[in-house]
């Protein structure tokens, strides 16, 4: 059981630090710049290890930020409802590529600025090989050791996205607190921030989109702010500092001044 749940969490952490640190803070919002080798690795090698191509997931993510909670937002609970946002997600992904692949305007508007294309599987409609190798892996796994569970607990662990989009989208527009007054719906939910990244302070990330670290109180917890400072810590990638969201205490500080 300890095997297989370390196995899960090694995964689910390789999957997680991909998009939360590389796909979201890195690509989509440039929170944080990643180093030239390390951002050719996300370019090309991101979508083998989620199955999720980095040009159409920025897409769908910056259109999430300019129409959020409008009709036009690709995966709100405003308008998919609570727990229709897991097929909704799943569904805007396709069509964003399809609208990517076509030079559809109003998809190609939201990424002009990345200079590299979709990735060759999506292009050459070979989308699953990603899935199917993380299949063989589990069953490998769990063949030569004679655990089955083990596979099992490799492929939920590093195929977690759909769930970790679903809890983020849907309860971080639904349920919880606000600290910022921000035009959408975007809440706190500390649930989803502490299974995902920090990822769930969804309304402190709407205010402050720039920032590469999502908390903003004492007590709100930002795994992935912690992987970006360690990364930086080895050179990987650099963060911006100048619009890092301030700390409460500093906040407080400055408006009693």
Request: aromatic fraction near 12%.
């Amino acid at each position: 059981m300890l095997l297989c749940l370390s196995v899960f969490a090694a995964a689910y952490l390789l999957n997680i630090v991909t998009i939360t640190v590389f796909y979201h803070r890195g690509l989509a919002h440039r929170a944080v710049e990643l180093s030239p080798w390390l951002r050719r690795l996300v370019i090309h090698g991101g979508i083998w290890v989620t199955g999720l191509d980095p040009k159409g997931w920025v897409c769908m993510h910056r259109r999430h930020h300019a129409f959020s909670d409008t009709a036009d937002d690709p995966h709100s609970p405003v308008q998919f409802g609570l727990f229709g946002v897991l097929l909704g997600q799943l569904e805007s992904y396709e069509r964003t590529l399809v609208g990517l692949a076509k030079g559809n305007p109003d998809y190609v508007v939201h990424v002009a600025d990345l200079d590299f294309s979709t990735h060759w599987l999506n292009r050459h409609r070979v989308w699953f090989v990603p899935y199917l190798v993380h299949g063989i892996v589990a069953v490998a796994l769990s063949v030569t050791t004679g655990i089955w569970p083990l596979g099992l607990a490799y492929f939920a662990g590093m195929m977690s996205h759909p769930i970790q989009g679903w809890i983020v989208n849907a309860l971080g527009h639904a349920v919880g607190g606000r600290n910022f007054e921000t035009p959408d719906n975007s809440r706190n939910n500390a649930v989803a921030a502490w299974l995902i990244a920090g990822e769930g302070y969804q309304n402190n990330h709407h205010a402050f989109p720039r920032s590469a670290r999502f908390s903003y109180r004492r007590g709100e917890f930002d795994l992935g702010y912690v992987m970006c400072r360690g990364l930086a810590a080895v050179g990987a990638l650099e963060i911006d500092h100048a619009h890092l969201i301030p700390d409460e205490r500093d906040a407080l500080e400055e408006l009693s001044s």
